[in-house]
T-cell receptor
Framework: NAGVTQTPKFQVLKTGQSMTLQCAQD?????MYWYRQDPGMGLRLIYY???????DKGEVPNGYNVSRLNKREFSLRLESAAPSQTSVYFC?????????????FGDGTRLSIL | GESVGLHLPTLSVQEGDNSIINCAYS??????FIWYKQESGKGPQFIID???NMDKRQGQRVTVLLNKTVKHLSLQIAATQPGDSAVYFC???????????WGAGTKLIIKP
């Protein structure tokens, strides 16, 4: 079972470059999420999509944009990468809202901005 | 493997002993709580959850206890095994929103 698939697994960018992180889930989940994880901290929510066609800001949305391409796919875009965006990025999905529903995670994209 | 945290609280437990990992949550309105396990280089993996109308919930080798009076959550792992080595996160959710609030994590080390 694939679950949540993230691409790429690793990426190095120069300051000012742009890139898109891809995420796809095959569990027919309605809700999808993007988190970042920095050393010594728990996960912080960047953006989420409660259902196909909707997106909302999370705790740390500045510098990012998202697209819910269809029910399966949710992408995260960095328009002009900054060193402060060096982090591990996780995509997650759930049947519905986090209310009483565990989220399922991909294995992350490790992003370094030089 | 890659470390997920540089200054995490660490719990060292002898193989075969029971482990207790504690978490203080922040929002008295939170009504859903989850424990996740994160192995090096992997995404968080769901372990067990509990709703605020419960004090205790048991799974396979794991038990979660919730004390709403002091806003405290704990995860008990019975007969700890080498495969239990990981960082453990608690997370809380308030029913009115989509956001999980995550704790900083505890690193569990199993001594042979």
């Amino acid at each position: 079972n694939a679950g949540v698939t993230q691409t790429p697994k690793f990426q190095v960018l120069k300051t000012g470059q742009s890139m898109t992180l891809q995420c796809a889930q095959d569990m027919n989940h309605n809700s999808m999420y993007w988190y970042r994880q920095d050393p010594g901290m728990g996960l912080r929510l960047i953006y989420y999509s409660a259902s196909e066609g909707t997106t909302d800001k999370g705790e740390v949305p500045n510098g990012y944009n998202v697209s819910r391409l269809n029910k399966r796919e949710f992408s995260l875009r960095l328009e002009s990468a900054a060193p402060s965006q060096t982090s591990v990025y996780f995509c997650a999905s759930s049947v519905a809202a986090p209310k009483d529903q565990p989220q399922h995670f991909g294995d992350g994209t490790r992003l370094s901005i030089l | 493997g890659e470390s997920v945290g540089l200054h995490l609280p660490t719990l060292s437990v002898q193989e075969g002993d029971n482990s207790i990992i504690n978490c203080a949550y922040s929002n008295s309105a939170s009504d859903y709580f989850i424990w996740y396990k994160q192995e090096s280089g992997k995404g968080p993996q769901f372990i067990i959850d509990i709703r605020s109308n419960m004090d205790k919930r048991q799974g396979q080798r794991v038990t979660v206890l919730l004390n709403k009076t002091v806003k405290h959550l704990s995860l008990q792992i019975a007969a700890t095994q080498p495969g239990d080595s990981a960082v453990y996160f608690c997370a809380e959710n308030e029913a009115s929103n989509y956001q999980l609030i995550w704790g900083a994590g505890t690193k569990l080390i199993i001594k042979p």
